[in-house]
């Protein structure tokens, strides 16, 4: 039974639009703000074992804090979140501390000044004042959400459980995490074409097959 977990954008069955609905349970945490909330979602949600836990981005955080280790055969990470893997490299501790900073403004309850740090950094598009009745939702719901650093998770979570980073090639955070994941015993492979979403690569579901040996 493959567990699907979705990152920060869309949830549940929609995170996952290539994806098969046979023998898959599509996780929803999006209720959640807090990690250890969002673990508690998905340790409801889970199969009890044999499962093939598919993680993206954030989900990846929630899943390594909530899910029990011993029910997964296999554990497919797509770009995971998992920074706290990964402190002390230059990206990803530039990505920190522009999201504290943007996360401070979110505080003063400055969301504009939030957005401004945010949209060019994860959505690659400036924020702007004719697109702000449209973005000021997405990013009220991005700065409600618990950043995915400071859960000491480190790179070994899965050590016990063969593990496949896949990562498209685009970005220096995420690249970094995968490495130290590979180097803690993780495979490491690159699907490029898709950005963040490399599980919508044509290749992704071959490749999953074939890392845990079933159709």
């Known amino acids: 039974m493959r567990f699907y977990v979705h990152g920060a954008g869309r949830a549940g069955r929609e995170a996952w639009p290539a994806q098969a609905d046979d023998g898959a349970v599509f996780a929803d945490h999006s209720a959640a703000t807090g990690a250890s909330d969002k673990a508690a979602l998905l340790r ?3 199969p009890s074992r044999d499962v093939v836990l598919v993680a993206h981005s954030l989900g990846a955080v929630p899943a390594a804090l909530g899910l029990d280790v011993t029910s997964l055969s296999h554990v497919i990470l797509v770009e995971p979140a998992l920074y706290d893997a990964a402190r002390g490299d230059v990206a990803v501790e530039a990505h920190i501390s522009a999201i504290t ?28 004042d004719a697109a702000w009745e449209e973005d000021e939702p997405l990013a009220a719901r991005f700065a409600a ?14 050590g016990a459980v063969p593990t496949l980073v896949v990562t498209g090639d685009w970005n220096e955070e995420y690249e970094a995490i995968a490495e130290c994941l590979a180097e803690a015993g993780a495979s490491h492979v690159h699907l490029t074409g898709h950005r963040h979403r490399p599980q919508d690569h044509a290749g992704f579901e071959a490749l999953v097959a074939d890392f845990t040996g079933t159709p």
Request: aromatic share 14%; charged share 20%; net charge negative.
């Open 145 to 158: 959400v618990e950043p995915p650093w400071g859960h000491g998770v480190d790179a070994t979570v899965f």
């Open 44 to 46: 409801e949600q889970c």
């Open 101 to 128: 900073t943007a996360r401070e403004s979110a505080d003063a309850r400055d969301l504009f000044g939030y957005w401004q740090v945010v949209a060019p950094l994860m959505f690659g598009r400036p924020a702007t």
